[in-house]
Structure formats: structure tokens, C-alpha cells
């Protein structure tokens, strides 16, 4: 018999970008920046509040491109990369601000983002999230959905390339599917799915 397959028990699980199971060492901090044709994209099809706050900013791949857009974006991270403030989102204690909050957060504290994004805005004002289409799966986010459901989720029919370290030189293409996320506090019907197409 002839073998088509030459992958290992590895391949699915770093095809999928499972970190666990991939042989190619992940960020520290989980830092991988937004490729700015990919914040356009949102910006193209959705209209935000005038301020927006951005509380994983990095090296600012998606405020400058929300700035060049007209918005007022208040940028902060807890990694100084040398722009925006230097702020641990996930430990402020703001509440009802009046922004939405646009960003790409550290994968591994994605749904604590979100919950803490909805805590500090108030009703009405908007959260967009860039992740990985899996966000969609998991008994404990499953429950979280049921009371928080999205908005939109805007799906990319295409790869978008994420800059490990902020680096977008790379040769490699992108495995993974991403998509938008956006929750509108007190929102609570059904979610609607759309595509971004090349």
C-alpha cells in the first residue's frame, strides 16, 4: 500500500494552531499582531463609536489603522512595545466608559477580554474581537455564549497572516481561519454569521 500521507500525530493539532501540540515555539506573551488589511476589513463593513479604546495594542497594527479611519483610539498594552499606555487590562477597574473596545488579545486570555471589555463599557457600546474561528468551540465558552452571545461573527474566507513578534516577513501562510467577534452589551438574540471575501 502507498502511503499519501506524510504528516505525524503532531499535524492536525499545529494546522489547527493547538500551542500544545505545535512544534513551533509560541510568543511568551502571545504577542501576534493583526495584519492591518484585516482591521480595514472590519472597518469597511461595521461603523464604531467615535472612541475606542485598544487594550492590547502592540506595536499599534490596529489603532493606526482605526486612526487613519477618523476614530479617537486610546491605546495601552501590558507589554511596553513601545506604543500606547502601559496598562493590565484584564486588572483595571474602570466601568460604564463610553468607548468600544477593538482588539487582538493574547489567545490564551481571549474570553477573560471579552468578559472584562462588556464589564467596563456600558449598555449600547460595542466589543471586536479578533480570533480564531475556535473561539466558537467549548462547553465553558458555550455557557458564557448563552448569556453573551455575538453580535456578528465576520469570518474570513481567506488566510490572514498574523505577525509572530509583530514580523509579517515571513514566507509562511497562515493555517488558521480568523474572524471578528463583535458583542454589543445587552445584546441577546441570535448571532449572525457573515463572510469577508477575497
Not at 39 to 59: S, T
Not at 97 to 117: E, G, H
Request: charged residues 25%.
Amino acid at each position: 500500500m502507498i502511503k499519501d500521507w506524510t504528516g505525524n500525530s503532531t499535524t492536525t493539532f499545529s494546522i489547527l494552531g493547538a500551542s500544545s501540540h505545535s512544534k513551533q515555539v509560541r510568543e511568551v506573551d502571545d504577542y501576534y499582531a493583526t495584519d492591518p488589511k484585516a482591521v480595514q476589513e472590519l472597518l469597511d463593513r461595521e461603523k464604531f463609536c467615535n472612541n475606542i479604546w485598544e487594550p492590547a495594542c502592540g506595536e499599534g497594527h490596529i489603532s493606526k489603522v482605526l486612526e487613519s479611519n477618523g476614530y479617537n483610539v486610546k491605546s495601552s498594552d501590558k507589554v511596553d512595545r513601545g506604543y500606547g499606555e502601559i496598562i493590565n487590562f484584564l486588572e483595571v477597574t474602570d466601568s460604564n466608559l463610553d468607548c468600544d473596545i477593538i482588539t487582538n488579545p493574547p489567545y490564551k486570555y481571549a474570553l477573560d477580554f471579552v468578559n472584562k471589555s462588556l464589564d467596563v463599557i456600558y449598555t449600547g457600546h460595542r466589543v471586536a474581537m479578533f480570533l480564531k474561528i475556535q473561539f466558537l468551540e467549548g462547553k465553558n465558552r458555550h455557557k458564557y455564549f448563552k448569556i453573551n452571545p455575538p453580535q456578528f461573527v465576520y469570518v474570513f474566507s481567506y488566510r490572514v497572516n498574523c505577525g509572530l513578534n509583530g514580523n509579517f516577513n515571513s514566507s509562511n501562510s497562515s493555517a488558521v481561519c480568523y474572524a471578528w467577534f463583535i458583542w454589543e452589551k445587552g445584546f441577546r438574540g441570535e448571532p449572525i454569521i457573515r463572510w469577508i471575501w477575497l
